[in-house]
């Protein structure tokens, strides 16, 4: 890693800034999946780390590398966008979950907002019933 | 673009991501663009609907406008996780919002935007009534949130797709 010793203040100094800033958002989401009490609260707190915590830290590489490579390296961000892409998937899944789980039981953590549900009085419908 | 490309922005899409995991030549170009062209074709089996754009400039507003509504909700809600919810007087709840939006690709991006930020949470969505119910993490102002997401996000996906 010698070669890391040769690199200028200037891209030190944006590197530095940004792996430190998306390694910290994605420590602060941990710590609120941990503190966090209710299941939907905690539901955010990993967004951190999902949305600029990688993408800072994907600049942040993609700076350092391509100054190293003299050229410009970008592959990086295809790992930002996979994980913009896939995301939702996961949250979707978790959020429904939860929801059902709580109609269900009738839980005091659903306001009337959430309560009824999305869907008109018949409940049969369905996302994946068709137009 | 018709029978020979028929999904041209998947191709497209295909062509630049294996020119970033390769070290660009015209070699790699040229085997990238048919891989990206069967890749095409092969979607076209699979009959899927085609998204259309129709309009490009709230597209690209809307490039700009998502990472920076992301970054402005990064910082919020990690200093709301620091100062433990406003010493405990942080207040979050569902609201409900009624999508004029229709198109199931501005419904995947709209709902990618919205996981995407934090503070924001995709519950459910009903396809038949649009009825989207979100979970916000700091809920202020039920009304104004949910005109901001319309406002924001959801009209420009509809001048896009619709």
Redo the contacts between chains.
Sequence with gaps: MNHLADIPLWIALPVAFLVVAGS??AL??T??LL??R?F??R???P??G????I?AIVLGSMLLFSWLDSRPV??E??IGIFV??T??AT??LL??AA?HRDRAKGSAN??N??AE????PKET?E?T?P? | MGRLVPHPLLSLALVG?WL??TRFSPGHLLLGTAIALIAGRAMAALKPDRPRIRRWIPALRLGVVV?WD??R??IA??RL??T?GRRGTRR?????IPLELRDPTGL?IL??I????????????????G???L?I?DLTDEAAQRDEILRRYATPLMEIFQ
Excluded: C, Q
């Design positions: 910290s958002l602060l989401g710590i609120g503190r966090l209710l939907y609260d539901l955010h707190a967004t951190l999902t949305s600029w915590g993408g970008l592959h961000a295809l913009i892409v995301t939702p949250y979707l959020g429904r929801l659903l306001p907002a959430a549900g999305a869907d008109p419908a996302d019933v137009d | 991501m970033l995991l990472p992301i970054l909700s990064n809600v990690a996780i620091l433990n979050s709840g569902f609201i409900r995947a709902s990618m919205i996981t995407a930020t934090p503070g924001t949470a995709w519950i459910e969505h009903d396809r038949k009534s009825v989207l119910i979970h993490f």
